[in-house]
């Protein structure tokens, strides 16, 4: 199955990026809307378990906020090529899926973004009980290459370009336990395996702001609906 999509957008400028009035930032701006434009080429294959997608998107009139954390507005087209590849496997009941996204953006004074993005989930599904209840148990994989990413500022609550500091370059595994009965979903996760091994690395989700070290989190979530 192959596709082609153009979609194009059209958004206002924000309150808060045209004026803001506090005692650390003032502005007082008239940027106008912003325009992108995203053409997807979709090839899709459902007897091999594969869908490859070929994103680009250009937008003008881009609004960021730069190395101050001042509100701008990009006078250059901002272009992002995104290749997007998931393949599934499946082999009784042992499910391995897959997704890569190679991107590139050449505009890196505006927008950064890592180069190469993955997740990864290796897990074992059965249903018991005369189909009734169904079960999972696996692993979660995520990384993506070192990139200098957005830093926070919490006057404004937006988040700013930045050189100083790279994020990522580090493996996130994560195991879980699900349990699911017709609405209902019961789950055990442990997040951030890998700092068991090394409890003094620390991760920076956004510079500046760590992420938490291994932690077990179990709930269940229950979907009430005639």
């Known amino acids: 199955h192959l596709s082609f999509e153009i979609s194009n957008n059209s958004t206002a ?3 808060l990026q045209n004026r803001y009035d506090g005692n650390n930032f003032a ?3 008239s940027f106008s ?6 053409e997807t080429i979709e090839l899709f294959s459902k007897k091999i378990k594969t869908k490859l997608d070929l994103r680009v998107m250009n937008i003008s009139n881009y609004i960021f906020y730069d190395s101050t954390a001042m509100p701008q507005q990009s006078g250059d087209l901002i272009k992002i090529i995104q290749l997007d590849l998931t393949k599934n496997f499946v082999w ?3 499910h391995f899926n897959n997704r890569i996204i190679y991107q590139k953006s050449y505009n890196t004074n505006v927008v950064h973004v890592p180069q190469v993005v993955t997740s990864n989930s ?3 599904e059965i249903y018991l009980f005369k189909h009734n209840l169904q079960t999972e148990f696996g692993t979660d994989f995520h990384y993506n290459t070192a990139y200098y990413g957005d830093a926070y ?14 994020i990522g370059n580090y493996p996130l595994l994560d195991i879980f336990l699900n349990f699911r009965i017709r ?13 068991t091994l090394n409890p003094n690395h620390v991760y920076y989700l956004v510079p500046n702001y760590s ?3 291994f932690v077990i989190k179990f709930g269940v979530i229950w979907q009430f609906f005639d």
Not at 33 to 38: A, G, I, N
Not at 183 to 192: D, P, Q, Y
């Open 122 to 124: 290796l897990f074992y």
């Open 27 to 29: 502005w007082n701006n």
């Open 211 to 213: 992420m938490p070290g």
């Open 13 to 15: 400028p924000s309150i």
């Open 183 to 195: 609405t209902a979903r019961l789950f055990v996760r442990g997040e951030n395996m890998l700092n």
């Open 153 to 166: 500022m919490p006057v404004t609550g937006q988040f700013f370009v930045q050189n100083d500091s790279k």
């Open 92 to 94: 009784i009941h042992l």
């Open 33 to 38: 809307p912003t325009h992108s434009q995203m």
